[in-house]
């Protein structure tokens, strides 16, 4: 070979690969005109459960092929494909189905391995396209290795192809981008992954035309919150030539579009078109039938387990699709009155513009009403949910414009406007700086500065905590600094919630004032508060030596010393990088390390317990309990659901008292503690999922609380919260590469009974308190296939019982003794999963379930050594 002729073909190398992408120099013996091939087509699609993969379950369609060139050159050619002999059975049943409607041929544009357009006949409906799309995007293979842009029925791809001989290639994609109609909470442990993998291996003759090609997709559809619990999908096409090319009819024209014109045909590209099989005999579930078949789940003694949990979850998807109409029906109803709370938790979860006018009645009745009972129980269900609508956020800002008779209502619609609108804020598309959300942060601080009364600015201070809006944290650090007790104590709630990103050196300062107060004097809360946002911004070895000296400074708030040393044996626990740093900063100074600086006095606690763990969900309890003068005066226990670095908030109760000193410290120093006389009050603070909702007030003044002693009302078991919320609510479609359009969804749901009672004795001069929390969960993933032959549906479950009993027993005879018992009783946690499919042409779908049960079995939380030896002693007395 001449040096002209190898630099003409390098040449020719080298424009191919800037015109075709890496393409071979020429397909001119593949898809002769006037010749077509036979091919056997095969596609098995399996479904299961990731811990049981290898049981069977699925169909397997098979036809036979045939490719005719009828039209075109050397590079460019129309293909004519029939589909003929097409047969679909189950497995592993072998139940025989029915195909039909797939007898026309199609046409496929095949441009030097690609497919560029198909056309059909206009009779062939969507369903029956998408499979022929699929059979016609196997003819699309490369010869050359690289990387290269493909589009089929998976979507505009990124494949990368590689030769393993002359012979033998594999196809790999990934990067496709498609329609995935994703909606996704987005707190990272409730949403779900979608793990994927997509190959093709094929065969080609000497000359590089098509002998075999076998493409596989498969995939796990994980629940984030557990990764070992889902399901995954399984398909494998194949195609076969059988036997040698034999001469067809060819088409006459000047160009394609003149050819496709006389056959009049329609143009399509290889996408698919998601697809819906068509309710046969008004068989689709309605909200009517569905809230029929669940009524008896949704009555009030349900609440706090999982049957109410699985109802509200089994009740959403009908519920969505629902028209204002039917849901009013079922709110009226005169058997649903004792439910009208539980289906408001209904509407708020599946918060459409449907749903939010049906519950829009008892918002406008209830407003100016003495007891707003179910408008507040909608307002935090909406708060709650996943899907805010601008629709309905504008509904709520008109109606927070007046202030209402019924403050409690006032509260809980400030709350619910805020927290919907700070997940709208987080939508794609929009931001703290749309219209919309920045006329509620302006209509918040306008009203937090007209306000002449504390209790007035809380309120809206607590809107603020639930909207976290960036630019309002400059006010709210000013009121943290401001002359109000309450007010600085609220403001620094609002302060703690926002993420810790946000804090630059100009906010450490702050917290930093407040907790070692530099400048004035602050409330023990504000500053306990303030160190938590100090201690979330993981201090340096001078910052936290700083920290630590405070353990042996003058300050009298010995509560708030022990509080700090709480809350670093508590991260130390949890952080093994912070315990090395913080032993670093004891042992660094000799004065540190004694037990008059490391065992101050007080009864403060933080502690960080696990709460469950696989196979159940990953979850932690924390409790902070800030005690003053031997009395509670600001506890949490908040419930996490974890996930690697990410964590949220699943229910928080919070508890509060102040004032409450005089009947329990026995010593001058005790009361000094107190800066000012406090009001007596105490109540319960609830936050779900991160929203906070007005506080429940138990009394205020000290009228109230000795009504409540000498009556004994608070010393039976009282309700305190009751709601079934959304928890998880994910849902995408991923299509295929067989041309089936998977829908996917996980869908979760909380049912939370609390309900406590307190006992006190002036005489015996004791006091008990329970708390008991009752908890429901259900989390269920679905994933559904629907084509013109078969449907397949796969749904897989969790359901949790768990139960938390928080005790005190309060002995101040003497010096205040207090004894806390935080109790898991023993629950049990079950896994269904149910696989259904149904071909068309047979009578009975074919159904296969699991289940499993699992004992948690129950403990009471050590909490500290100080705790057990009161406990011992309040025992002994």
Known sequence: MTTTMKLCIYLSCLLSLFDFGCMAPSFGDVFRVGTEEQFDFSNVVQVGNMKNASAQFGYQLHATVIVGSVWGNDESKLLKIEVQYPTVVSIPDDSAGRIDATDNPFYAWWNSGRINEVYFTPTDSVAVRNLKKAISAMFQYQLMDGTYYEEDPSGQCEVKYISHSSTRYHKSKGNCQYDAKRTQRAEYPLRSSL??????????????????????????????????????????????????????????????????????????????????????????????????????????????????????????????????????????????????????????????????????????????????????????????GSRPRKEIIQDLYELVQNEHRNIKFTDSLIQSLASVARKYAHDKGNSYETEIIKKIENFLIERINGCTKDGCKIRYIRGLQNLKCPGSAALLVKLAQGPSRAVSVAAMKALRSFSVYMWNDEFKAVFEDIFYQVSKRYDSSARTLALDVLLDLKPDYDELLHLVQFLKSNDRAYEVKQYLLQKLRMISEQCPDFAELLQKVIQSNPTLNNYHVLSPKGLSTALSRKFSTVPSFNASLTSLQEMNAGVLKRGIVDLTLEMEDEKISLFTLGLYAGGMSSFVSNTEEDLSENEEEEETTAGMELSVQGMVMRPLEFFKGKGELMGHVWSGTASESTPAYQATTLLQDNEERFPSHNGVTLKLSATGAISIDLNGQVTMSLWGRNAQSTVKQNIGITMMGKLLLETAFATMDVQFKAVHEPQLHLSSALDFSADPTLCMQLMQPTSTLKQYFVKTISLVGTKQQIVRKTSKRFTMNGLTHSLNRKNNDMCNLISKS
């Open 195 to 384: 793990k994927t993998s997509r190959s093709t291996d094929f065969t080609v003759s000497t000359e590089g035309a098509l002998q075999k090609v076998t493409s596989q997709d498969y995939l796990k559809y994980l629940l984030n919150a557990n990764n070992q619990f889902g399901v995954y999908y399984e398909s494998i096409m194949q195609l076969n030539l059988k036997g040698s090319s034999k001469k067809t009819e060819t088409l006459k024209g000047a160009s394609l579009e003149d050819v496709t014109k006389l056959l009049s045909l329609e143009k399509d590209t290889l996408l698919t078109k998601e697809y819906n099989s068509p309710c046969e005999s008004n068989n689709c579930d309605s909200i009517i039938n569905s809230f029929k078949q669940y009524k008896k789940s949704l009555v009030s003694e349900k609440i706090g387990t999982e049957v109410a949990s699985t109802a509200l979850v089994e009740l959403i998807e009908t519920g969505r699709e629902a028209s204002s109409e039917d849901l009013i029906r079922i709110l009226k109803a005169k058997s649903s009155q004792e439910l009208k709370g539980q289906l408001l938790d209904l509407f708020g979860a599946i918060q459409t513009e449907a749903s939010h006018e049906a519950a829009k009645s008892e918002l406008i009745h209830d407003s100016n009403e003495p007891d707003s009972f179910f408008g507040e129980r909608y307002l935090q269900a909406l708060a709650i």
